[in-house]
């Protein structure tokens, strides 16, 4: 057995569909599934989805408060008053205040934007803010993804006498800001057909409201947005972030052009992980160590030298955010694993003085990633009394529902049910700990804390090809509602298997079934190489992708997890130091077998007394409990009998045989029929043999050795056809006729034979069908073992 990392868990395709798809479209099955397995049942849906370039936009003014904002920022442009632009300060928030700048500054508005430092004003809007906004001359503020929470801001702006849009897509609480309008998807009584819009979908929505039609120019800005803030990539936002993309491929932008360059990323295949790795992250690097204004500058300027030079600055910062993230990192889990073990935490609140509040969200997803645990990481303000908090959750755990029961606790906080933000005060940090515990404990089991691989389908080798992994790409871009595909591979064989890397920790395989072979590598994997066996049926999960290497191209499938679902056998017979391959094994359900008490000592196993099994008789055999343990074999049995009690209709998980015998009975002579008839010639020819005086005649004679000439004699004696009286032997001939196997010398050496024969000089195959044969054995020993006992 190995176990998989992760629960898999399989949609099921409904099969009719499917098949009519793939007839209707000439798609290859595998895509079909695909996209029946995203709720695309129709020919005419799954056209839309595979060629969604072509789709068009809804029509912005189905979003309520829509026409009222905008007749109302056109009346800000008509009449010169000063428009402020409020933004956030991570990728969406960025992109949506560019996305409003350049549609403003298109309509000759008088207008400049306002990002709050996420150090000294936290996040959303701030009272000092609006009044701040107020001075400066600004008449109209319009938030972009941000603003839905701000209860007490929107009383300010309306006391300053300053008209108030909001345009957020966050969740919106009970009750909403008192704003002039608020432009949000997501709103109870809304209408709109698509609620799930990024910050920036929402803001492009009202650039094309106010532009009278789809500001093409503004789409690529729009995808970053809606890419790095992982909102799901389906509908509205998938078209945003397919039409985006291609517009990046051509783009002339100074900003992405030399953000492209410092990313290493080539932009004629730039795709959705070129934006969610490469240009996210450096876009929130500013905002997450400071001001993030040069982000908006970078994206709004026309000037290549300055572009340029923002760009460096960026990913510098983008670099040491990487090393801070590193080093927070590594203090949290150990605050974890000091003060608040997993086992006694359903849900992660760790925090610390002095750690960058920028970027505790990408720590918060390392500690998901390593604990697989709902995670709140703090900053914390000992000056203040407050903590700083970014949360990330997992299936099952929805975080905006549960830190509302705890809102008494949390002044400010906001975000979605996988991700949230907050504020709080630093005495109540214990506090929202237990009650975010005793939530956990209400509504997750322990299977609920076990990482899900979701998978869109089984596939059989034979569907894997070029031309069904080239359709895929058509479902992209892909992201959260719409992920990359993964698929399970079932039950096949190893053609091949190796680890790779300088530390060897990667590992390359090749699959085989019914002919067909698939190419796979497992980044990290490599230590799996150890725990499948040569003989193995394996199953894998994975993406798919196509290797082009020197001009040629295969299918491949990049492996994230591996399992076998039946015992293995691993051959360390041979191994000089068993000692030191028991290091190598796994620790959980060890169980050492041994036949011979001595061998304990012999073979130095004393520290291992906990996980030793002594087997002494057939009833210790039979009563040993193997159930999905990992059982070494230690030495070898006695007899097949005590073997085939020991393992008959068990379910070991895996078995390492090492069959260590002291004294090996098959490099010795094994008499036939020939060797007993020559001696009993010989002692019937003289009348009596005296072994004592003529022994050493004998083997200097046949080459025979002492042990063989008394094991033949023995047989004689056990079966009555000679006497011995003082090492002095006789032919009885009264003697019947008789088996050699009635001796039970003769038996013993003769299975010890046989022993030795096949369970220590057989091959791998041999040995795998001989104790597979035992391990499925019905009852066909029962009579056997009943004779022994």
Request: negative net charge.
């Amino acid at each position: 057995m190995l176990k998989s990392r992760t629960r898999w868990c399989v949609e099921q395709p409904a099969e009719e569909l499917a098949i009519e798809l793939s007839k209707q479209l000439n798609i290859t099955p595998l895509v079909a599934k695909l996209l029946v397995n995203r709720g695309i049942y129709t020919v005419e849906s799954a056209r839309s989805f595979l060629f969604i370039e072509e789709n068009d936009f809804y029509d912005p003014f189905l979003m309520k408060d829509m026409e009222k904002a905008v007749k109302r920022i056109h009346q800000a442009i008509d009449d010169h008053e000063k428009i402020a632009i409020y933004g956030d300060y991570d990728a969406d928030g960025v992109s949506s205040t560019t996305v409003l700048m350049e549609t403003l500054k298109k309509l000759s508005a008088d207008c400049f934007y306002y990002i709050p430092n996420r150090f000294t004003e936290g996040y959303g809007p701030n009272e000092q803010a609006f009044r701040h906004l107020k001075e400066t001359g600004a008449s109209l503020i319009i938030s972009v993804d941000t603003g839905i929470s701000a209860l007490h801001e929107a009383e300010v702006a309306m006391e300053l006498g300053m008209d108030y849009i909001i345009t957020d897509h966050h969740e919106p609480g009970p009750q909403l800001p008192n704003a002039y309008a608020i432009i949000h998807p997501k709103l109870e009584d809304s209408t709109y057909p698509f609620r799930d819009l990024a910050g920036v979908g929402v803001a492009f929505k009202l650039a094309h409201a106010l532009l009278g039609e789809v500001p093409e120019d503004l789409l690529e800005i729009a995808a970053i947005g809606t890419i790095a803030d992982l909102v799901p990539l389906h509908g509205e936002n998938r078209l945003i972030a397919a039409r985006g993309i291609q517009k990046m491929r051509s783009t002339s932008r100074p900003g992405l052009l030399s953000l492209f360059k410092v990313a290493g990323l080539d932009i004629t295949s730039l795709n959705e992980d070129s934006i969610g790795f490469g240009i996210g992250p450096r876009i929130n690097a500013a905002g997450r160590l400071g001001d993030a204004s040069p982000a908006v500058e970078l994206l709004l300027t026309e000037d290549f030298e300055t572009a340029k030079e923002i760009a460096a600055e960026i990913d510098a910062m983008n670099k040491e955010r990487q090393i801070l993230v590193s080093e927070i990192a590594e203090e949290a889990i150990k605050e974890v694993e000091d003060k608040y073990p997993i086992e006694e935490n359903g849900v992660i609140v760790v925090g610390k003085e002095g750690w960058n509040s920028g970027v505790i969200g990408i720590v918060a997803s390392k500690l998901v990633e390593k604990f697989y645990r709902p995670a709140i990481v703090l900053s914390f303000d000992q000056e203040k009394g407050v903590a700083k908090g970014s949360a990330r959750s997992i299936e099952g755990f929805d975080l905006y529902k549960n830190l509302s029961l705890c809102k008494e606790l949390l002044p400010h906080f906001g975000g979605h049910p996988m991700a949230a933000g907050m504020t709080l005060k630093l005495e109540d940090v214990d506090e929202l700990r237990s009650r975010l515990n005793d939530l956990a404990k209400k509504c997750l089991t322990e299977e609920d804390f076990v990482p899900i691989s979701k998978l869109d389908l089984v596939t059989p080798l034979e569907d894997v090809t070029l031309q069904s992994i080239e359709e895929m790409e058509r479902l992209s871009p892909f992201g959260i509602g719409n992920p990359k595909p993964k698929i399970m591979i079932q039950d096949v064989k190893i053609h091949s298997i190796r680890k790779i890397g300088a530390d060897q920790n990667h590992m390359k395989l090749m699959l085989e079934d019914k002919g067909y072979t698939l190419d796979g590598v497992g980044f990290g994997l490599g230590e799996l190489a150890d725990h499948i066996s040569p003989l193995a049926t394996i199953s894998v999960i994975g993406e798919l992708a196509i290797n082009e290497w020197n001009n040629m191209r295969k299918p491949q499938i990049f492996l994230q997890d591996i399992s076998v679902n039946h015992w293995q056998l691993f051959d360390i017979r041979g191994t000089r130091k068993l000692t030191s391959t028991l290091k190598q094994l796994p620790k959980e359900s060890l169980k050492l077998i041994v036949f011979q008490d001595k061998n304990v000592e012999k073979l130095g196993l004393e520290e291992y007394k906990n996980e030793i099994v002594i087997i002494r008789s057939i009833e210790d055999a039979q009563n040993a409990d193997l159930q999905n343990s990992n059982v070494v074999l230690v030495d070898l049995p006695s007899s097949f009998t005590i073997l085939n009690a020991l393992l008959k209709n068990k379910k070991p998980s895996r078995i390492y045989s090492h069959f260590y015998q002291e004294n090996q009975t098959f490099f010795s002579t094994m008499p036939t029929r020939e060797h007993f008839k020559w001696l009993y010639g010989l002692i019937k020819k003289k009348g009596k043999l005296d072994l004592n005086k003529h022994g050493d005649d004998i083997v200097k004679y046949k080459g025979w050795s002492r042990d063989s000439i008394n094991f033949l004699v023995q047989v004689f004696f056990e079966l009555n056809f000679v006497t011995i009286e003082n090492g002095v032997i006789s032919i009885n001939e009264k003697a019947s006729k008789r088996d050699f196997d009635e001796s039970p010398t003769y038996r013993k050496k003769k299975e010890q034979f046989q022993l030795e024969n096949e369970l220590l000089y057989s091959s791998y195959g041999e040995l795998y069908k001989r104790i597979q044969t035992i391990l499925s054995e019905s009852a066909q020993f029962e009579e056997e073992i009943k004779q022994w006992i």
